[in-house]
């Protein structure tokens, strides 16, 4: 009986633990889509990000994280999707620093509270705990984009 409830609690773990791998994949190729729509609003418009998430025709359903869809949030929620989207009327070419340069990112919430996905403008994607996350959301909203954010998590960029 022992054996069997052990089991089966590891199981258990073991699958909440393939769930959530899953879940972070899928955010991340979500930002990744994003990035891709932006990238190319910008080259049709001579180097201006676009104003909104909702002027980019192409982005579909990678304006939604999956982990928001799995807490509650319906697609059509949130007119601009459920990114935090920083870039908007900014001409591409003002922008420096292009892997610091925060363009999306999804709300602390979506998981937990024990950080969220961040997508720059050099289309990588990087994983920021909870108080590093909160940090930057600090910095983003006093104006300073690239934020000034001490020991940022590792990058989770394409494997391509």
């Known amino acids: 009986m ?9 199981l258990y773990f073991w699958r909440s633990h393939a769930r959530q791998s899953q879940e972070i994949g899928q955010c991340q190729a979500s930002l990744r889509n994003l990035s891709i729509a932006i990238l190319t609003y910008s080259t049709d418009n001579k180097g201006w ?8 025709p192409s982005a579909g359903e990678s304006m939604v994280c999956p982990a928001g869809l ?3 949030l319906s697609e059509n929620s949130q007119p601009a999707g459920s990114y935090i989207y920083t870039a908007g009327n900014l001409k591409i070419t003002q922008l420096k620093l292009a892997s610091e340069t925060v363009v999306a990112y999804e709300p602390l919430s979506y998981h937990g509270g024990s950080g969220m996905h961040v997508l720059y403008l050099d289309g990588h994607t990087r994983w920021l705990k909870g108080d590093k996350a909160e940090s930057m959301m600090k910095e983003l909203g006093a104006g300073h984009n690239p934020p000034n954010v001490q020991g940022e998590e590792k990058k989770e960029e394409d494997e391509d």
């Open 49 to 56: 990000m676009p104003p909104t998430l909702q002027a980019l």
């Open 70 to 72: 799995q807490r509650g």
């Open 2 to 10: 022992v054996l069997l409830v052990g089991a089966s609690g590891g």
